[in-house]
């Protein structure tokens, strides 16, 4: 990650690592500043390559008040673009779907070519000196890896996903990226938590065996077999032999390495690997289907939950089962993950509160405090700075 200057601040040393105070998990001026300073300047994921699979095709992505549009043009190439008239700033595509031919402006009729420069306003004769060309839609940073396509709003980006993947692509190569189809749309959640309570959440894994007993009955734990390579950990849990007293868990352990047999190898078979790379993205690969979700500050104390998931072109009867089954064990994880985020978002708001020491499992957690303090020293100090009311 590229540094950032910031003001110097004063804080007391300590050989002991302990998590963030309680008011950086719910200040405005923090959510702030980590959108300038850390995610702004990241590369994130917009959507994969299988869902623009035509001339037309789009994906927005919003980053506070930041708005992105990736498309296929006519060519097969993906643009990035900013999702902003260069009229009057109206907002020009919401979501996904299909443009026709061109991008035009709901609100006065502006449109313009997939490549961003714009082809025609109506009543041209009232714009006597506009030339067209000057008034394109400003391009975005963008990287295509893993299948991915990638953009950065920051004007001094970090090594791009291509770079920062690198260590982890033997692995993931069984996996296929790059060939696989959505297995499910996007789905948008919103939490009443600080997205940073979110992803510490998914760094440590210290929290699965009381937080999420199917994942424990399914699993043993992945304490020692864990990965790190820059902004990016991994963990791996590997399938207990004993079956689970669930139905569901049971089936899935049960034929789930038959059903992936003609895919994977025999550990990816019997393993679900988890990525994070900081500051804000997961990516889940199980073996049936492998998923990403980002965690992004809608305020303080709020956050937006965007993912998708993705597999084999696959439409066997038993792929479509064990897809089934993993969906039902993870939308549990989730519920569970959910409540147990809005628990701390609420205990640590209690005046008695103050951080208490870490565990060495939740390392990961801590190297993304690491980051925060780094960009934004005053995430150190035990209460918000006076110039921060």
Known sequence: MTAIAARPVECAASSTAR????????????????LERILKPSWQIVCHLSQIPRAGDYVTFQLGTDSVIVLRDAQGAVQALRNVCRHRGTRL?????????RITCPYHGWSYRYDGSLLAT???DSFPDL?????????????????????????????PPSQVWAPMLEELAPYRFEELV??????IEHW??????????????????????GLNRLFKPDYEDQYGSGPIARGI????????????ERL?????AEVTAPYLPEPQRRSWRFYSCLPNLGIDVMPEQIDFFQVLPLGAGKTLVRGAAFGRSDERREMRLIRWLGNRINMQVNREDRLLCERLQRGIADSSYRPGPLSTIETWMHQFHDLLRARIPEAQLPQAPARFA
């Open 252 to 256: 899935y352990q049960h034929y789930v």
């Open 237 to 248: 849990s590997w399938m207990r032999p004993t079956p689970s007293s669930r139905w569901s």
């Open 192 to 213: 009443d938590v600080d997205w940073k309570i979110a992803m510490d959440n998914y760094l440590e894994s210290y929290h699965v065996p009381v937080g999420h007993p």
């Open 93 to 101: 595509l919401e979501g996904s779907g299909k443009c026709l031919g």
């Open 122 to 124: 109506p009543a041209r």
């Open 182 to 187: 959505p297995t499910q749309p996007f789905y």
């Open 19 to 34: 998590g963030l105070p309680a008011w950086v998990y719910n200040h405005p001026e923090m959510t702030r500043l980590e």
């Open 131 to 159: 030339d067209l060309r000057q008034y394109g839609l400003d391009a975005v940073r963008m990287e295509l890896a893993l299948g991915f396509v990638w953009v950065c709003l920051g004007t001094d980006p970090p090594p």
